[in-house]
């Protein structure tokens, strides 16, 4: 060959070469988003397994039955389904909210393609819902608990990429306090318009349900149909009748549930139970009398072994085992107990905020919160894990920002801003844009509550300046919902303002911010917030 096509042949290859380079890994580090964030990634509906929506439960080998009670409210959940509607199903423990997902799902009148997503912290830098190319399916997340998944860092975020992208949520949620606290939410009230609720069985269907699946109907059935199939009188007299070590065990692990010390769906580290274990249930032994006990709770079936701990049955530990908790002293024995153990803190300072929103004892909640974050700090600081420590004070804010509305007002705002000023060391504009315009929001939403305290004029000024600093980049078209938050907000900074000077220009600054949010606020979609 002449050196021209020679030179064009190593000219072409050295271009394949360096596309491969360039596109191999960013197809790797796509992939590890998807399995970081995504148990199933566009599934078909009509193959959905068991196991896909209720986890170890769907396991035939766990005991799982395939009969399902169909009942009237199921044509409601299709239809919703059918018609392209986010839905929010709730109802007591044991109703059947995740039964009736799987099963809806299954007789839908078109295959719709779902993602189910696993229970982590999104990090917004490399948070994606992965790549679909399905016009003529609208597809569907499925978010079983979504109140667990509210409590992850940065959920609001990927919720309204969700809600960006058209895609439909199907959600579930326990009625009771967890519904009271997923309503605190803004973001939740804005979506879910359509609400079901799953109500009690009578006692006849619940026979006929029995006998379909060949049991017996238990005399614990309760009028929720999930007690027809989970045995809670065997598990009940197993508990009474175990040895106080073996309920000391359980009854710590319910400590930790109470205080949010687990991770994803009620998985606690052994390492932990055994701690509470010592302290409070006087529980001390050697390492393989502990293999002995949790292998008897295993074998029962209250526990089962994960990674570096156990997980068990969220219904157990409320129904079963047996712990008059009063959650705000629980709060109070455990904090000093993990005073070494940052996440463990940073993890009860969440819950103990979450509580604080529907518990009459917000003052004393919040303050259990502010003291967690202020020793998950002696830990994280920014020296040792930048990211970590700006998470901490922005909780810090938070929890700061809960309290000035009870007490206090001008001490704690002022504590407030200056956490939030704190984490904006780390979550700069140019850094982590969308975690900078979250704190600023949160940092304008604190001036303004001090503004009703302490200088007026100047601090309303500051959340002006704050809440269009969010808006540098909650845009309307990246980001409707925050861009609409954050211009209510604004609207009403400015209507304060309007009292302290310029009235007529103040009042149509405000009326224009209004109209701004009014643009993503629909009659249709956010009937609420409109």
């Known amino acids: 060959m002449d050196p021209v096509t020679i030179s064009l042949i190593i000219g072409v290859a050295a271009i394949i070469v360096s596309i491969i380079l360039f596109v191999i890994p960013a197809i790797n580090k796509h992939n590890k988003s998807k399995n970081k964030y995504f148990k199933v990634v566009w599934g078909k509906t009509s193959s959905i397994k068991p196991v896909d929506i209720l986890g170890f439960r769907g396991n035939p080998n766990k005991g799982f039955n395939p009969v399902y009670g169909e009942r009237d409210i199921d044509k409601q959940i299709i239809d919703a389904i059918n018609n392209g509607n986010d839905l929010l199903i709730i109802g007591n423990p044991l109703a059947g909210k995740s039964r009736a997902v799987l099963n809806c799902l299954k007789k839908i009148k078109r295959d719709k393609v779902f993602l189910i997503p696993n229970l982590v912290d999104i990090a917004p830098d490399d948070f994606k819902i992965p790549f679909f190319s399905f016009k003529r399916k609208k597809p569907v997340i499925i978010l079983d608990d979504i109140d667990k998944f509210i409590g992850k860092q940065n959920f609001d975020f990927a919720f309204d990429k969700l809600v960006k992208e058209n895609i439909q949520i199907i959600a579930t949620c326990r009625s009771g306090d967890k519904y009271k606290l997923l309503c605190s939410y803004d973001r939740i009230n804005q979506v879910f318009d359509n609400t079901i609720e799953i109500k009690k069985v009578d006692k006849e269907f619940a026979e006929l349900v029995a006998k379909q699946a060949g049991i017996e109907l238990s005399d614990e ?20 009748e175990y040895s106080s070590d073996l309920k000391g065990i359980l009854i710590s692990i319910k400590r930790l549930y109470s205080a949010g010390i687990y991770y994803g769906r009620e998985m606690f580290f052994e390492s932990n139970i055994k701690l509470i274990c010592e302290k409070y249930e006087e529980i001390k032994k050697e390492e393989y009398e502990w293999h002995s006990l949790f292998d008897n709770l295993i074998i029962d079936g209250f526990i089962e072994k994960v990674k570096n701990g156990f997980r068990t049955e969220e219904t157990y530990l409320q129904t079963i085992i047996g712990l ?26 969440q819950k103990s905020s979450d509580i604080g929103t529907i518990d009459s004892r917000r003052a004393e909640l919040n303050k259990i919160s502010i003291s967690a974050y202020k020793q998950v700090l002696t830990f994280w600081t920014i020296e040792n894990d930048s990211r970590k420590y700006a998470s901490a004070q922005y909780s810090l804010g938070i929890a700061y920002s809960l309290l000035a509305e009870i007490e206090t007002k001008a001490a704690n705002c002022n504590k407030a801003i200056d956490a939030f000023n704190e984490s904006l060391r780390v979550n700069t504009f140019e850094m982590s844009p969308i975690n900078f315009a979250e704190i600023m929001n949160n940092l304008g939403n604190a001036f303004s509550i001090l503004a009703g305290a302490d200088n007026k004029g100047d601090n309303i000024l500051k959340a ?19 861009y609409a938050i954050t211009q209510n907000n604004l609207g009403n900074a400015y209507c304060v303002y309007s009292d302290v000077k310029d009235k007529k220009e103040n ?21 609420m917030d409109y």
Request: proline share 3%; with cysteine; net charge positive.
């Open 221 to 240: 059935f309760d009028g929720n149909i999930g007690s027809i199939f989970m045995n809670l009188k065997t598990m009940r007299r197993r508990f009474s």
């Open 324 to 349: 008059d908790l009063d959650i705000l002293e629980n709060f109070k024995k455990l904090l000093p107990l993990f005073s070494n153990y940052p996440y463990a803190l940073y993890n009860l300072g």
């Open 464 to 482: 002006i300046k704050a809440y269009h600093e969010a808006l540098r980049v909650r845009t309307y078209k990246k980001y409707p919902v925050d």
């Open 507 to 527: 009042c149509d600054k405000a009326i224009k911010a209004c109209n701004e949010a009014l643009l993503v606020y629909t009659s249709e979609r956010f009937r």
